[in-house]
């Protein structure tokens, strides 16, 4: 046979034998795994939770589990009554799946216990593995209330894996959040109270205004909320009921470099008048977002992105001195604000999405879009 075409058949042969021993190993080796983890997830339950008295999987009572990264429900009883629920999900790390067991509890609105079941984070002094690993990081969780994951969770044993925690952190609001509307029916409220009350719009109401958003955008809402990232809008009232203020919602997600899927939640809001404005950082994975970050030669240069110089450039401002001398570029090198070194991905992300707000607040005339 001509060489030129033995050697590529048997190379095409080889492929397709190795292609085949691969996926029949992974076929072997996959469900193994999976055992291990349910294994030692059910061992972490009763270690957790001592009074239960039987532990039962439920998760095919359920849909949609994958979108909010839960592989397993567990229904927990104590004698013949549900106590709490154990959920085991997964996030994305610095070095890949983070998979933890969250009990909540049946009856009230708080976390019971946090466990760690596997990861590959980095190991070593200040990193994820040593977050992970830390008793004092899973005692943050015991009896937490469901509102308090965000500003109550923090670093512990030493470590200062911001990328690590705000997964964690992640992993556990997404749990939250579905036990809220699938196991116990109700509404998560996406902006409470408390976050509005970053906005110094002292006294105000908050009104939603997101239908007339979806009726003002028409069939094109969901390439708007996509590209937009305005998930919702609100005018602020007072007790007489003037409109005092407006307050837009972002809930946006972009992929930066090694680091994969950053998500970020945020409010933007202003007076009647379009002044005085605050933008404040409600919720990030992104680590920028809610660590130390540091110039070229690792020095801090400030406590987070969201107390920082650069978030201030768009706070205490009128939105039209914004739009026309902030973001009027759309070349991102154009825009006149300070890129902190080491962020470009995150604060171009960032001012593109205000800029939007902008935009769409600038240019319509319904409901308080102006």
Request: negative net charge; hydrophobic residues 40%; contains cysteine.
């Amino acid at each position: 046979m001509n060489k030129f075409i033995k050697y590529p058949l048997f190379l095409g042969i080889v492929g397709a034998v190795c292609s085949f021993m691969l996926a029949a190993v992974y076929g072997f080796t996959s469900p193994i795994i999976n055992e291990r983890l349910n294994n030692e997830t059910n061992a972490a339950i009763i270690e957790l939770y001592p009074s239960a008295t039987s532990v039962k999987n439920v998760s095919s009572d359920y849909n949609d589990l994958k979108e909010s990264g839960i592989s397993i429900i567990y229904e927990i009883k104590t004698g013949s009554n549900v106590t709490a629920y154990g959920y085991q999900a997964a996030t994305t790390g610095y070095g890949g799946a983070i998979t933890n067991l969250i009990i909540i509890s049946a009856t009230e609105n708080k976390i019971e216990a946090f466990k760690n079941i596997s990861h590959t984070e980095t190991k070593g002094a200040k990193y994820g593995d040593v977050l992970l690993s830390s008793p004092d990081f899973a005692d943050q969780f015991v009896g937490l209330e469901f509102d308090k994951v965000a500003t109550d969770i923090d670093f512990a044993g030493g470590s200062t894996a911001a990328i690590t925690l705000n997964a964690v952190k992640q992993c556990v609001q997404n749990v939250i959040n579905y036990h809220l509307v699938n196991v116990k029916g109700e509404e998560v409220i996406e902006v409470t109270e408390e976050d509005f009350a970053h906005l110094g719009l002292t006294g105000a109401s908050f009104i939603s205004k997101f239908d007339e958003y979806k009726n003002l955008v028409g069939n094109r809402v969901d390439r708007v909320l996509t590209n937009t990232g305005i998930t919702n809008y609100y005018e602020a009232v007072d007790s007489a009921g003037n409109i005092i203020g407006y307050a837009y919602y972002l809930n946006y997600e972009y992929e930066a470099y090694e680091n994969g899927i950053q998500k970020v939640k945020a409010l933007f809001g202003f007076d009647a008048n379009g002044q005085n404005t605050v933008l404040w950082v409600k919720e990030s994975n992104d680590s920028f977002m809610g660590a130390p970050y540091y110039d070229k030669v690792n020095k801090p240069i400030g406590t987070t992105l969201v107390d920082s110089v650069w978030l201030n450039q768009f706070n205490d401002k009128d939105i039209n001195v914004l739009l026309k001398d902030f973001l009027v570029s759309e070349d991102w090198d154009d825009i006149p604000l300070d890129k902190e070194a080491g962020l470009t991905k995150t604060t171009e992300t960032l001012a593109s999405y205000v800029k939007w707000i902008l935009y769409y607040h600038n240019s319509y005339e319904l409901g308080g879009i102006k």
